[in-house]
């Protein structure tokens, strides 16, 4: 390896995965020499995403190099989260060095082309970093696909008349989304500073490419932004249901209570001790206050009619 570091004209990639302590001393220490700060930031599990530039001093040995942390994500809806794994970058002039814990679908996916002959790999470490960026990004695209139909269908589950259940769903999804934006925040800076230009060791012909993909990434957390502010206004569409369902059994009690009341006036005035009770002494004293008690009640039910509440 250091015979192939030292011809300019030549680009090696070499792809760390799940290395033991003594292989990660060997590659980064004693063959790419990189900064300890590096290597540390790179062994220590969920970094934060970042880049930053080395320069090697008078009494160091390592070439200039980029240090680059990204995470890749898998959703499963069944399961309910997001997995994350972190990747890490080292990108030279003429190297490129990523290391991982485990298997990691764009490095496999990128490898693989390359295999295949689908990749020119003289075209640069640039250039395959790049490739391995856009991989990263299009992997949060099933996630995104996942929520829109999750949320279709739980938007047709309200304004069908869901059950309580529902409510969970949606308080669990928005979780999800917010989730995924927090994910992606720190990496549209990283991929920011790429886009904007700001490395020499990022040709000025590729700069176009990791602005796209920085343009994939901004267009994916504008669209989780949709979906958690949909999730809202679906809650808020499930609540006022809900208070309207509250409502109308409020109004329906209040309407009995109302429509018995005058039963209630009478059969309590008749439940009091008379000396001369009227149905004791006279023969229309139940008449008359069934009479009385029906008019009233119809009284009461014309005028709700009236005000349209019935």
């Avoid at 309910?80 to 990691?104: M, P, Q």
């Avoid at 949320?151 to 069908?160: A, K, M, P, T």
């Avoid at 139940?286 to 009479?291: D, N």
Wanted: hydrophobic share 40%; with cysteine; glycine share 6%.
């Amino acid at each position: 390896m250091p015979t192939l570091l030292a011809d300019t004209n030549l680009f090696l990639w070499v792809d760390l995965e799940d290395p033991t302590p003594e292989e990660t001393r060997f590659y980064l220490e004693e063959v790419f020499h990189f900064h300890p700060l590096s290597i540390e930031d790179c062994v220590v599990e969920n970094s934060s995403p970042k880049v930053e530039a080395y320069q090697p001093k008078e009494e160091e040995l390592f070439s200039p190099y980029l240090f680059i942390v990204i995470h890749a994500v898998d959703y499963s809806r069944k399961e309910r989260g997001f997995a994350t794994s972190e990747l890490d970058f080292f990108l030279g002039r003429n190297f490129l060095v990523t290391y991982h814990g485990a298997a990691c679908r764009p490095v496999t996916l990128i490898a693989e082309r390359c295999a295949r002959g689908g990749l020119q790999l003289n075209k640069g470490p640039d250039r395959i970093a790049h490739l391995l960026l856009e991989a990263i990004v299009d992997g949060y695209k099933p996630a995104l696909d996942a929520f829109s139909l999750e949320i279709n269908q739980i938007e047709h589950e309200v304004l069908g008349g869901a059950e309580e259940e529902v409510l969970n769903r949606i308080i669990q999804v928005k979780k999800d989304v917010l989730q995924l934006r927090q994910i992606i925040s720190p990496q549209r800076e990283v991929l920011w500073r790429f886009a904007n230009g700001e490395f020499t060791l990022i040709r000025p012909k590729l700069i176009p490419y990791y602005r796209d993909v920085y343009d994939g990434l901004f267009q994916i957390s504008e669209m989780a932004q949709s979906y958690a502010d949909s999730l809202t206004g679906i809650l808020q569409v499930y609540l006022n249901i809900s208070s309207n369902r509250t409502g109308e059994v409020v109004k329906l009690l209040t309407l009995i209570t109302v429509m018995t009341t005058p039963l209630m006036l009478v059969g309590t005035w008749y439940g009091m001790n008379f000396r001369h009770m009227p149905e004791l002494d006279t023969w229309w004293g139940y008449p008359a206050a069934g009479i009385f008690t029906a008019l009233t009640t119809g009284l009461t039910f014309y005028y709700f009619r009236k005000k349209r509440w019935l």
